[in-house]
């Protein structure tokens, strides 16, 4: 099979699951082709079955806005006809279904299948702006399949854009056959051996970033402890504030973006992901993955990942004292840390590990493309 994967290369969740699923593809044995304006940060190594390719938007005087939409439309066309591509999957519905719509239309009966691959906020945040909604509906309808991250997001996809196509659940993952290790920098962080509390997001107000000092200043009241605040985002000098207002300057850590994310995770004691929507929740099981307990908010599709009083624990949105609570008792009694830490890592092994989610979406381009060419 060859596959043209067509993604943002940022730090977010889309990007890091394209960028996987794309060196997932490759290590069994497909042809894949990166379509995107920069190389994707979990791809900077080298596979023989994996190819990137750059898109290049031109400027021009006559136009205000570069228009990167058709730009990749472009690109997309030239690929499939110069590798050809038995699948596009585009993941986020706009630009990247709807440019791949636009290459369908070029390449006329040469065109690949295009599978378009839902992610959340291209529906939850962008799908609600009026002025998209209605391409967004559009992009859903044309593409040959449509898959959602979580049954949540599915079921909001259908009420939102009265969708009556099939649209199946195909769950984010993570690779559990790699080897957990910590960061050397923990003991920079908590050099008197201080349980570390994480938080990893875009820091937009979504996530609610100011819950999450809130909350760690309720644990820093009753136990030695630090957090490290890890990505960039609109709400990061508030958060800023807010630790220099509460004294915490000593105990926050704000790291930025970090590429390797696996090892800050795996140096902590507890993620906080207080959002106040999530259609999946990838860093929480990326946490679970890694052996540390989560506490957030029971909203969206974060109940799928995490089993409240299993693997972690989930309370309403913005009730940051429950929340601390939870997270106190959690680190305060080793027994339930440990019990929780075993479950979260045992489920994301046994529901969300790249091997089986990989498989699936196999399944998915085998449905449309049953007599691939040899790749």
Known sequence: MK????????????????????????????????????????????????????????TYPLFKYPPYTLALATKLAQVAVDEEIDVIHAHYAVPHAVSAFLARQILGGQA??????????????VGA??????????????????????????????????????????????????PLRQSAARAHWAPRGEKI?????????????GD??????????????KLLLVGEGPDRIMVR??????????????????????????????LLIPSGEESFGLVALEAAAAG?????????????????????????????????EAAI????TPAEWKRLSQAGRKRATERFDAASIVAQYERVYEKLVPLSRPG
């Open 329 to 332: 008792s959690v680190l305060s």
């Open 292 to 324: 540390v307990p989560v506490v957030g908010s029971r909203v969206g599709g974060l109940p799928e990942v995490v089993v409240h009083g299993e693997t972690g624990y989930l309370l309403p949105v913005g009730e940051t004292g429950p929340m601390a």
């Open 3 to 58: 596959v043209a994967i067509v993604c943002y290369p940022t730090h977010g969740g889309s990007g890091v699951v394209a960028s996987e699923l794309a060196l997932g593809l490759a290590r069994r044995g497909h042809r894949v082709h990166i379509v995107s304006y920069a190389v994707p940060f979990r791809l900077r190594g080298f596979h023989p079955n994996l190819h990137m390719h750059e898109v290049e938007v031109s």
């Open 197 to 209: 509390l994480v938080h990893a997001s875009n820091f937009r107000p979504v996530k609610r970033a």
């Open 129 to 178: 702006d009026e002025s998209f909604h209605r391409v967004i509906k559009f992009a859903i309808e044309v593409s040959d399949a449509v898959t959602t991250v979580s049954e949540y997001l599915r079921a909001r996809t259908i009420e939102e854009f009265a969708v009556e196509r099939p649209i199946e659940v195909v769950y984010n993952f993570v690779d559990t056959s790699r």
């Open 212 to 225: 999450v000092v809130a909350i760690f200043d309720l644990v820093r009241r009753r136990l030695p402890a």
């Open 241 to 270: 504030d807010l630790v220099k207002d509460l004294g915490r300057q000593e105990d926050v850590h704000f790291l930025g973006e970090q590429d390797d994310l696996e090892s800050i995770l795996a140096s902590s004691d507890l």
């Open 112 to 125: 690949p299948k295009i599978v378009t691959t839902l992610h959340g906020t291209d529906i939850t945040l």
